[in-house]
């Protein structure tokens, strides 16, 4: 007899129109790190809301070290000492690091808050678990990591042991995602247990003790991370076999098509400059990828580029046409496809529907419009076409309304968007962002097949893998400079983190070769 | 889900009920409610303005429940001809047999309304129906035009004050439409009076006279009080609606005295000392009592009627409110109900007559002093203009 | 036994997809935010005079029925000016200037048709078109402060309500030829200035209702079919997108300040050409520093309305039509100022149910869809395969 601290069995949810869990079971040992595997839609956050009481499900049981519990609501949950940290973090904003820890539970005396007994538990905790965090920080004014490092405190705080991380990398650079590794690794030595929420299974194979899959709301398997590889569980969760290394052709390299010279560009957040001084080239057919640590001016210098921000220096040279003062609308036209950075944010109207979302960058064109009327009948067809070809899947094909598809199937209207329309050159940044890897891997195809027909293409990216598995030649970029150009062929994973965290530098400050 | 289908069932059914009930009930509706006999339809301020509507509406009440009439007052939905006699057809509608219009912006409707419904009685107050082009004036006989003397209360006030021993006087007009003017002459003429009782030198009384050009309560009006009560003035009177509540405001920082218009103006500040006023609710009283009690609707029908202190329809407050026996004069130094009686007796006799108009050179209707000063034969009392 | 069960899940179906549509949820969600409103207004009468309460509100909810004219005359300003705010929200700028465009669309109509001497056919079109600049004019100013120097609109468009408003009362206070001193009010207009009636008795109800439901019209098919209308929603959805897509946000807020402008301006050249029951008389405009409330009035036609021309017209018609009711119901013995306090409440819970109208939707969806899948689920099921 097994020592389970948490069993769900046979749970099923259904929500109109579709089974979300279909008689799932779950078993979660004490002192284990056991992860949950499943694409984008497996059902993975609802059995996780089940457990926390967020949702009833329609049949099944959650027994607690043996017995039987009915959790209706997040606050029996957490009497029973299951805590979560949410994919989206719920804190307040304007609050202060330890406000947003006791919130709920504040510690009072007839009413009046006891901040300094909360204050010295909450120091302690963190420095038992190397969790630093300053507790008189307002939120808003933290790093994500940061703010994560609250929730997780939080959980603590109400003495949780069962601890639920609903994809707790997603927002984390590579240095915060190791942190928080170890961080869960001590809670297991602990003797807490560990639900992982995930879809990337590096992070599985590095830290996880067991791991559960599902798949199109099913359960799939369970398997003991020691005994599988990579391969096996992302056949499990996609249900076929993935190729991880993306497979191009070499290529013979074309005319410069971007061209930027000595661009820089203000921040908005602190005074000195985000991008200084920075120049480079994209030719026709390659990948350049602009890799870095999240925050070292990559942002601004795509907004420079694409004319979301203007630049207070430099010139930008597009198919050898000065764009540097254009404003967006000529860049797009003059050949600039952008897939942003923040998608729900910039990339999509999120309250229009798909095929409104799909002319985005074309409405206006007269293939779309007459004096200023829209030819609905166009736009549903060219609608239908690019649903068919790149795959888009929504309820209810062109109409749907975007906020309610999966991350996945809107980042591919966008790519479908970007890529059907008229380009020399495109900008990707952050391209697989929150996405599973079936998704993953037809965006790297998409990007290689561009480069195969002789466009341009600048990515920006986080993610080391896919730096060094779609990239032909690599700019690091740190502190707002380029400190290094490399071959993607030649370099390594190690070479690129010293060029990313600013130990290592190929190409000097020209500023500094002025002065 | 049950329990929500369930209450919107109920409101469902409430509402149903309310909709179809009508058909049924709309004759019983008419039926049970007798309808209101006396009928007040405010013009474009409200009941409380502590003018013409107010104090009409007062007298009205104070009528219909010491007779046990049922009365009410109508806001029109628009404050345009159209809307008042749309108000007009609402209240006889709704069972009125006398209706109340109080203020001159009645008149077109008034005209409109007496011949669509001849059978029902119209009080209009401060006015005289004529159609809106002003060609045609005509007071039917089932209208009664009241018009009120106001150079007889303006008189009593300037009389009051300067021999209550004050010296330098004010006066602040809204526009010089006549009611304005005729209170301004009068005030004049009452402080040249009283100045001859106390056998005062000439030129001994001064008073600034100033017409502000509206009836708000503006800071501009607010400050040119403050400068008259700077320049010396004791009080002023304030005679333009809202103008009074900027001069009020200015007295109470001065520490000076104003005198109220229209109505009884001494609830609104400590710094009245006196108001000349207009017998709205005497005068509706006066009226609605020859309908009902005394049957001489026939001495106020089809014409004009001024009311001034023969009939007891204009002068300065006697009583206060919720007092029975309060001294109405108790702000005065020496001023006295016994002086005011002995005076008014004289208006009353017409033994004094002031003047009510002057011929004047400006279109907008403002004197010069010399205009005043010849106009109205003052010879204590000097005038500035500003 | 067996049938009935059959259908009743049938008819469930349906319902469902009827539910479904996004017309549908804001259609009940009004419906449900009026009913509410209604609930309590019908609280307070019933507080203030319990005897009279039921067929005072009937009177209220039915009165309107028997004054059609009334209702769409007086339903007819405060339908434009609810176009102007919502017309505006439709982008995401709050247009609480309505009353400043509106008072200044009355002026430049009055100045028109007190000051130019032109043929009676075309003199009150004139007038139509003056007011709408006039309104235009009061919009393009909070829109070129908005877009070129990133000012609030809600500020500069509250502070240009008072502008507005002193600057057309000293205009028409200064000008003899508009202005009565001695009636403090404007005189009568030429009835060649006065929009022709639609000639039902007792009624100024005119043509301008027409116009007013035209341009809602119009505006419904320039918010929903015109790439301006797609570039104006996409800003008010999500204004980083916009600017992703390369629209220009500067033309399009000022083109929107502009027209929801020309519409409070139109709303006021309605309000003050309209005809006079009296022959000679006309409306008049009392220059006495009050701000229109037939602009803020707008604001509450539009939030109840959705912000959607069509449920614009609506709104305005039903709360024009609850006053005409209401007027109507004081002959049950209630005090007009009652009978406000029980409209305001009506419309203005409306209206903010109707700002909850999401929160009213879920709440529906969820009860709705834990009842359906406790009894159905065999049905659910086969419907996700």
Known sequence: MENYIIEMLNITKEFPGIIANDNITLRLKKGEIHALLGENGAGKSTLMSVLFGLYQPEKGEIKKNGKVVKINNPNDANDLGIGMVHQHFKLIDIFTVLENIILGVEPNKLGFLQKKQAREKVLKLSKQYGLEVNPDALIEKISVGMQQRVEILKMLYRDNDILIFDEPTAVLTPQEIDELMEIMREFAREGKSILFITHKLNEIMAVADRCTVLRKGKYIGNVAIKDTTKEELSRMMVGRDVNFKVHKKTKELGDVVLSAHNITVSSKIHKNNAVKNVSFNVRAGEIVCLAGIDGNGQTELVSALTGLEKISSGSITLGGKNITKANIRTRSMSGISHIPEDRHKYGLVLDYSLEKNLVLQRYWQPEFQTFGFIKTKAVRSYADRLIKQYDVRSGQGPITPVRSMSGGNQQKAILAREIDKEHELIIAVQPTRGLDVGAIEYIHKQLVARRDAGKAVLLVSLELEEVMNLSDRILVMYEGEIVGELDAKATTVQELGLYMSGAKRSITKENENAG | MKRFSSMLLVLVLLCFSVITGCGSSTSQGDATSKGFEIALITDKGNIDDKSFNQGSWEGVVAFAEANKISHKYYKPEEASDAGYLAAIDLAVTGGAKVIVTPGFLFEVPIYEAQSKYPVVKFILLDGTPHTADYKTFKTNDNVASILYSEEEPGYLAGYAAVLDGMKKLGFMGGMAVPAVQAFGYGYLQGAEAAAEKLSLPAGAISVTYHYTGDFAETDTNKATAKTMYQEGAEVIFACGGSVGKSVMSAAAEAGKKVIGVDVDQRYDSETVITSATKGLGASVIQVLESIYKTDKWSTYAGKSTYFNASNNGVGLPTTIIGKQDGNAFDRFKSFSKKDYDAIYASLADSSIDPVRTLKVEDTNGYATAKELVTGLKLSKVTVQVR | MQDKTVSSSKAFDNLKKVGKSKGFSAFTAALLAILLGLIFGYLIMRIASPANSFLGFQMLLIGGFKRIGDVFYFATPILMTGLAVGFAFKMGLFNIGASGQYTMGMFFALYVGFMWKLPDSIHWIVCILAGMVGGMLWGLIPGIFKAFLNVNEVITSIMFNYIGMYLVDMLIQGNAAM??????????????????TLGIPHSSVNISIILAITLALILFIVLNKTTFGYELKATGFNKFASAYAGMNDKRNIILTLVIAG????????????????????????????????????????????????????????????????????????????????????????????????????????????????AKLPSADSKEGA
């Open chain 3, 179 to 196: 202005y009565i001193s001695s009636k403090t009010r404007t005189a009568y207009l030429p009835a060649s200035a006065q929009l022709p």
């Open chain 3, 262 to 373: 020309a519409m409070a301006g139109l709303g006021g050249a309605f309000a003050i050409l309209a005809p006079s029951t009296i022959a000679g008389s006309s409306m008049t405009y009392e220059p006495v520093s009050v701000i229109a409330a037939n602009g803020f009035n707008g604001i509450a036609v539009a939030l109840l309305g959705n912000s959607n021309p069509i449920g614009i017209i609506f709104s305005a018609v039903f709360i024009s039509h609850i006053q005409r009711g209401g007027t109507l119901a004081s002959l049950y013995g209630y005090k007009p100022e009652i009978i406000d306090v029980v409209i305001a409440v009506i419309i203005y819970f409306s209206a903010f149910a109707m700002l909850m109208n999401s929160t009213v939707a879920n709440l529906i969806k969820k009860r709705y869809s834990k009842k359906q899948s």
